[in-house]
């Protein structure tokens, strides 16, 4: 499986951007796919996920403001996010979990909110 993350860019708070994630490869082995951010000098933390089915969960912090949806006929992944915030500046990882314990990242995104 192999993933490619896009989207990203520089927005002022408040703003909106849509960041994608494309699978390939054996795209029907994955299961739940999420993205994760890590900004300067912190750990890397779950944002977002979705399962095959499309249920989807979502960190705290971004409940209201960001939408994971999915797309398993084109094997592609979208995070909307909007009222964004200078602290949302980070770089977005996208990542595929394939049962039973394998995992795959995409080579991530640069988002930055100015203030």
């Known amino acids: 499986v192999q993933l490619q993350a896009s989207g990203g860019g520089l927005v002022q708070a408040g703003g909106s951007l849509r960041l994608s994630c494309a699978a390939s490869?054996?795209?029907?082995?994955?299961?739940?796919i999420a993205w994760y951010r890590q900004a300067p000098g912190k750990q890397r933390d779950l944002v977002a996920s979705?399962?095959?089915?499309?249920?989807?969960s979502y960190a705290d912090s971004v409940k209201g403001r960001f939408t994971i949806s999915r797309d398993n006929a084109k094997s592609t992944v979208a995070l909307q996010m909007n009222s964004l915030k200078p602290e949302d500046t980070a770089v977005y990882y996208c990542?595929?979990?394939?049962?039973?314990?394998?995992?795959?990242w995409g080579q991530g995104t640069l988002v930055t909110v100015s203030s």
């Open positions: 990542n595929a979990e394939v049962p039973p314990r394998r995992e795959y």
């Open positions: 490869g054996s795209t029907f082995s994955i299961n739940v």
């Open positions: 979705i399962s095959r089915s499309g249920s989807a």
